[in-house]
């Protein structure tokens, strides 16, 4: 616990005296995929402005579902529209995680505009509910949904930080597949909410070998992602290409990659150098030899955040979403990920990967053996805490 502490601590000072950095991010085009367009963002205001025009243009109805909900420009802005229209008649339904906003103003989240309809998320709405450790899970879904016509999903969560300053993936998806993720919101509101209270429309699902919606529910203990993700290795021949904002494996999906490597795929993992959370960066470096012997490419993204969920392998699979390659997302937490066959979206994909790793730091393992002891006694200590992130 000394050991922690004193890391957060040095975290908090050093993240004082960061400077704001610049990283390159791409205007991608849609993209057709069976019935649906999908358009990749990477920069955060530009996805912001799509989302508003979304919102600006819905006529039925809005469901937004964000992890965290800054108080800033950009958090007013999305509550201060969603009152707009929902005065306009719009039909507006709102979610935010309560642990994730524990540092958010009461005031903020009391200002919602009463027509909103507003939903904070907590695990424990009953005090025995301390003892289901199904109940444990967080809501780190990131979703918009406008109209059954256009859909949003991915790693951004709402505010200013994350408009300019934190490199991400979201991808905005127009057709079919948006009705899903209707569903998908609906699903997850009705479950928290009396029958009175519920969303009564019903949002047509569809059968698309093209896209796959995989969804963590905690509550049932059904976790697809990271089966998604373990046969996805499984079948790689070429390359896997997997950008995470936390790297903390259980140990058959990191036997999976291991092997991919070990029968030859080129395994590159991109994760931040340093991240948001310095316990995670510390515990996830105790993982980096086993992954290096086994050849394995671990590559350190340099000067700002980077906190992308995403993966391409062969020029054939993608996935993008909200989960990350750690426990609490793939064993845990209530996530969302996009399952994409398509050859045009992988390219695009593998662009992105390119153009992320020219602001990377590869590790070797000689320099990392050769790391000073008292760093390896830290990451020895902290290990054990693996199995809870």
Known sequence: ???????????????????EMKFPHHDFQEVRVGNNHLQLFTYGQ???????????????????????????????KFRDLLAQKAHDGVDVYAIFDSFGNMVVPRSFKEGFDPAI??????????????????RYALDHRK???????????????????????????????????????????????????DKEQQITQRHRHHFDPLITINENESLDLTFP?????????????????????????????????????????????????????????WISHSYFMECLEAGIHIL??????????????????????????????????YEINLEIFNRSFAQQMQKLFESDSKQISELTADNWHTRPWYIKASEHILKPWRFFM
């Open 143 to 193: 979703l918009l949904i406008v109209d059954s016509e256009v859909g949003f999903v991915g790693g951004y969560n709402i505010g200013a930080l994350y408009a300019t300053q934190w490199r991400d993936t979201h991808l905005r998806l127009r057709g079919p597949v948006a009705s899903d993720l209707g569903q998908s919101f609906a699903d997850f509101w009705n479950r928290s909410h």
């Open 225 to 281: 992602i990271r089966d998604m993700y373990i046969s996805a290795i499984n079948k790689a021949e070429e390359h896997i290409l997997l950008t995470t904002a936390y790297f903390i494996p259980d140990h058959i999906l990191l036997r999976a990659l291991k092997a991919a490597a070990q029968r030859g795929v080129d395994v590159r993992i991109l994760l931040p150098w340093s991240s948001n959370h310095v316990l995670v960066d």
């Open 46 to 76: 530009d996805l912001y402005n799509a989302m508003f025009e979304a919102i600006e243009g819905a006529q039925k109805y809005i469901y937004l579902e964000s992890f965290i909900w800054k108080n800033d420009e950009i958090g007013y």
């Open 117 to 134: 309809h507003l939903l904070a998320f907590q695990a424990f709405r009953r005090p025995w509910y301390v003892f289901d450790l199904r």
């Open 1 to 19: 616990m000394l050991t922690a502490l004193v890391l957060i601590g040095v975290d908090a000072v050093m993240k004082r005296k960061k400077r």
């Open 300 to 333: 350190g993204y340099k000067d700002t955040m980077l906190h992308a969920k995403t993966c391409t392998i062969d020029d054939q699979w993608s996935t993008v979403g909200t989960a990350n390659m750690d426990r609490l997302s793939l064993v845990g937490n």
